[in-house]
């Protein structure tokens, strides 16, 4: 295949990204430049930097940033730890282990504003969700999880979809794992944690480098979860940068300093993208 | 005392019971959500909860009543298969000229093309929301399989990559001194060796765009809504109506699950890239 060939198959998804991020971004800029309030659409003009002023002295702006660390950082060190524990549980055969691993792997399948209603009503209502009932039937006084505990509570509803996807890329890979070499360790008097330290972890670099990455790629803006149980509150406990973003916009009905929040996020996002390939890119063959 | 074999067993059989009990607790809220599905609204939300009773079908009819299942649920198989076929019309032969041609750029522009998939939606929603109205496509289809084909576009782009690689290049090199074409070589060689990793891509951005909130919920309303709108919109005033959240739920999420149960392992394969066997 000649060069000029390779740049024209090339070039139609370069370009489609390319338009994809740049005219939605250029116009967010814009935007964040101007007066746009849809309540007050007479109100115009350039404002310079004053959208972003006004977003970044927000008082829920470095809670929001905080917030969204903790839930990704959060969630990352959960699902990977957990699914590791389950996957290595369920690696020797027992009866009924594909009949687990089905039932295992199902949540990760179920849609986020499913999975949030789910929890948020069935679960963690105070009154009727069965946590309430299983507090109470022990006597003790039943949590109001969402409202007590916001941004734990979305960690766990979250962690809850995601560790099924860390067991199943953990599980697969364990599968793979050369048996002789184990054997052979054991033979020599390993124990089990030396084992699984020298012998295991090394082989899941790779599938742990994936799971991170997929998974922040998908965190950092997280949205549905937040916007069907807490909306953000009480107060800002669990508002994440997209959420601040979304409020500021669409229940706020200011467009410029949403748009300032937009900017905003996407450094956050080039940022944590700039430390991501370091990290996974030695474990990532590109 | 016991040997150990004895003791090597015993541990055996306690390990599978712990992996049974996770397994239960893991997929207990699914079953809860079902079986609620059945209950009328009374027994939803019964102190203590009710776990014998006669089912019955009146949620799911009274859903069927009210909404029509069956649009929202072509809009979801449309949109998702849409916006996958879309995407991997652009980036099969974008990958293939990535992975057998590859650029001084070419690792730097894959990088890139997933750092896009990070900015959050949120961010230009309202630029993309212009730029709908402005064409008139708001609430469609076309606009949302052309969303999701741009969003999944990068992850596609980088698991394809990662299987044309793959492929070694004294194949491809053996047929050019038969004098095949390009197009040939594509169809004929490539495609055959890496149409396990093109079908379980294909499968992974299917999953993905099926369970899609933020852009089918903002840019849809009744005429292109998707599965995902139609929980949504059952949501909020409806919140304590329990066995019908359940009844809509389940209905919406019943395709996608069964799917991903019967394609796991081609799944696995397109979420690592291809790297775990």
Redesign the interface.
């Known amino acids: 295949?000649n060069?000029t060939?390779?740049?024209w198959?090339?070039?139609?998804?370069?370009i489609?990204?390319l338009l994809?991020?740049l005219?939605?971004?250029s116009?967010?800029i814009y935007?964040s430049t101007v007066r746009y309030h849809l309540l007050y659409p007479e109100r115009t003009g350039f404002v310079g930097w004053s959208n972003y002023e006004f977003f970044y002295t927000d008082p829920s702006f470095w809670p929001a940033i905080l917030n969204t660390l903790i839930l990704v950082g959060s969630v990352l060190v959960i699902t990977v730890v957990l699914g590791l524990a389950?996957a290595l549980?369920?690696n020797?055969s027992?009866?009924?282990?594909g009949?687990?691993?089905?039932?295992?792997?199902?949540?990760?399948?179920?849609?986020?504003?499913?999975n949030a209603?789910?929890?948020k009503?069935?679960?963690m209502n105070p009154?009727?969700g069965?946590f309430a009932?299983a507090a109470?039937?022990v006597g003790a006084e039943p949590i109001d999880w969402l409202s007590q505990y916001p941004l734990l509570s979305i960690i766990f509803i979250v962690s809850?979809q995601w560790?099924?996807?860390a067991i199943?890329?953990f599980m697969?890979?364990l599968q793979?794992q050369d048996q002789e070499q184990l054997e052979a360790a054991r033979l020599d008097g390993a124990g089990a944690w030396a084992q699984f330290r020298y012998l295991t972890l090394p082989h899941l670099m790779?599938?742990i480098a994936?799971v991170l990455?997929?998974q922040?790629?998908f965190h950092?803006?997280i949205?549905?979860e937040i916007f069907?149980t807490t909306g953000g509150g009480p107060g800002t406990q669990s508002t994440n940068?997209?959420?601040l973003?979304?409020s500021q916009?669409l229940q706020g009905f200011d467009?410029g300093v949403?748009?300032a929040?937009?900017?905003f996020?996407?450094i956050l996002?080039?940022v944590?993208?700039f430390f991501l390939?370091r990290l996974i890119?030695k474990n990532?063959?590109? | 005392m016991m040997t150990d074999r004895q003791r090597e067993r015993l541990k055996?059989r306690i390990?599978?019971i712990?992996?049974?009990l996770?397994?239960?607790l893991?997929?207990f809220?699914?079953f809860?959500?079902v079986l609620?599905s059945f209950k009328t609204e009374l027994e939803a939300?019964?102190?203590?909860?009710t776990v014998f009773f006669d089912p019955t079908l009146e949620n799911f009819r009274l859903i069927e009543e009210r909404t029509d299942y069956f649009s929202y649920a072509l809009n979801s198989i449309i949109t998702s298969v849409g916006g996958t076929l879309l995407a991997m019309l652009?980036?099969i032969?974008?990958?293939?000229?990535?992975a057998?041609?590859p650029?001084r750029w070419t690792?730097d522009?894959?990088?890139w093309?997933?750092?896009?998939?990070?900015?959050?939606?949120?961010?230009?929603?309202?630029?993309?929301y212009?730029?709908c109205q402005k064409f008139g496509v708001l609430d469609t289809r076309i606009a949302l399989v052309v969303i999701f084909a741009?969003i999944n576009?990068?992850?596609i782009?980088?698991i394809l990559?990662?299987y044309f690689?793959e492929i070694p290049k004294e194949i491809l090199e053996a047929s050019r001194m038969d004098g095949a074409s390009?197009f040939n070589?594509i169809t004929q060689i490539v495609m055959p060796l890496a149409w396990g990793g093109i079908a379980s891509t294909a499968l992974l951005s299917i999953?993905l765009l099926?369970?899609e909130?933020?852009w089918s919920?903002n840019l849809t309303s009744s005429d292109a809504g998707t599965?995902?709108a139609l929980?949504?919109s059952f949501?909020s005033p409806e919140?304590?109506f329990?066995a019908k959240?359940?009844a809509v739920?389940t209905l919406?999420?019943a395709p996608?699950?069964v799917?991903?149960?019967f394609t796991?392992?081609q799944?696995?394969q397109g979420?690592?890239?291809g790297?775990?066997?």
């Open positions: 295949m060069s060939l390779s740049k198959l090339q070039a139609p998804s370069i489609v990204l994809w991020m005219v939605p971004l116009m967010t935007f389950i549980l369920i020797r027992f009866p009924g282990r009949i687990v691993r089905v039932l295992l792997i199902s949540p990760f399948f179920i849609m986020p504003t499913v209603l789910l929890w009503n069935m679960m009154i009727y069965l009932v109470q039937s809850w560790t099924p996807f199943l890329i697969t890979s793979s790779r599938p994936i990455m997929i922040m790629i950092l803006s949205f549905a069907v940068l997209a959420f973003i979304f916009a467009i949403a748009s929040g937009g900017v996020a996407i996002a080039n944590v993208a390939v890119g990532l063959t590109v | 055996h390990a599978a712990c992996a049974w996770v397994a239960i893991f997929f809220p699914i809860w959500m609620t939300i019964a102190v203590p909860p652009i980036a032969p974008s990958a293939y000229a990535m057998f041609n650029g690792k522009i894959l990088l093309m997933l750092s896009t998939k990070m900015l959050p939606a949120v961010g230009v929603l309202m630029p993309i212009l730029i741009l576009l990068p992850i782009m980088m990559f990662n690689r390009t070589e999953v099926w369970n909130a933020f919920i599965l995902v929980v949504a949501s919140g304590l329990w959240l359940s739920s919406a999420c996608i699950v799917f991903g149960w796991q392992r799944l696995v979420l690592t890239f790297a775990v066997k």
